[in-house]
Each structure stands twice: as structure tokens, then as C-alpha cells.
């Protein structure tokens, strides 16, 4: 709940307020010895960190995250910390390894079978391949994005944003059709 607060407030300007909610998660966690919750509050930690443009505070949460989640034997919050780790290297404009960083989650949620997750990793692989010209490889992660959404029945905001993707896509490649 605490780490929901603190999302909201950061999506509405008040980044001292998030952060506040997210010191109490913390605080929380570490009080009742529960590590994949302050490895989980670490990651949202990590987004308000990059955020403000503090990305060395940024990696150094996420590599806690990494242990924590690797000592609890937690593939689910690794992908996550992959997820995060991928953004962060992808708003310092290391795309490389952010691609590298989704590639690994992508991995991760394919083994443990969740499709939607493995669907936002393939849209940020794709978005970035988008920003770089390489159009007919974001078209190549889009279509596998899609093709979850279509094989499995689930519904989600992605999928609109993967068919805009789409759109964008073709507009780049002079597809009218």
C-alpha cells in the first residue's frame, strides 16, 4: 500500500511525498525482516531515483534489489529488477545495455510463464529499436508482443500502446496501406 501511495504521488509531481512513502515501506520492511519487500521498495526507489536524475543512487538500489531477491530465490522480482535496470540504463542513453537488461527479463518471465510481463520486455526492446532506425526489428518485438495478446486473450493499456507502436512503426517506413 505504502509503495502504491508513493507511486502516485511521484505520477503527481510530489517526489518528496513519494519518497516519504517509500522510506516508510522500507523502514516497514526492514522492521519485520521481510526481504523481497525492501528488495521491491528498492525498485521503486530506483525509479524516483532516476527520475530525478540521480542514476548512480539509481544502480546502487537496484544491486541491492539483486541480492535480495537472489537470496530469496525470487525469479518474478530479479525480471522486475531487470525491468528496472533496463529503464535506467535506457534514460542515460546506454541502449545497449537496457536491451540487454529486457533481454534477461524477457528470459526470466518466459520460464515462469508470464506472458504479459514478457510482453512489456519485448515493447521497451522494441521502442528502443524504434528510436534507434531499426525499424524492421521494433516491428520484429512488436508483432511477438502482439502475438501474446492474441494467443493468451489478455487485454491491457500495452496493447494499445503496442498497436500505436504499430502505427508509428509504418508511418517511419512510409506504410500507408
Known sequence: MLLNLGSNEMQRGNFKGSMDYYNQSLQLAKTNNLGAQIANTYNYMAEFYYYMGEFQMAFNVIDSSYLLFKASDNPYGLANTHIVHGNTH??????????????????????????????????????????????????????????????????????????????EVYMEKGIWD
Do not use: W
Open 90 to 167: 535506457n534514460l542515460i542513453g546506454n541502449a545497449p545495455q537496457a536491451i540487454e537488461q529486457y533481454r534477461i527479463a524477457d528470459s526470466i518471465y518466459g520460464a515462469i510463464n508470464d506472458p504479459l510481463s514478457r510482453a512489456v520486455a519485448l515493447n521497451n526492446m522494441g521502442t528502443i529499436h524504434f528510436f534507434q532506425g531499426d525499424y524492421d526489428g521494433a516491428l520484429l518485438l512488436f508483432s511477438q508482443c502482439k502475438t501474446i495478446f492474441d494467443t493468451t486473450g489478455m487485454r491491457s493499456s500495452l496493447l494499445n500502446t503496442v498497436i500505436g507502436n504499430f502505427g
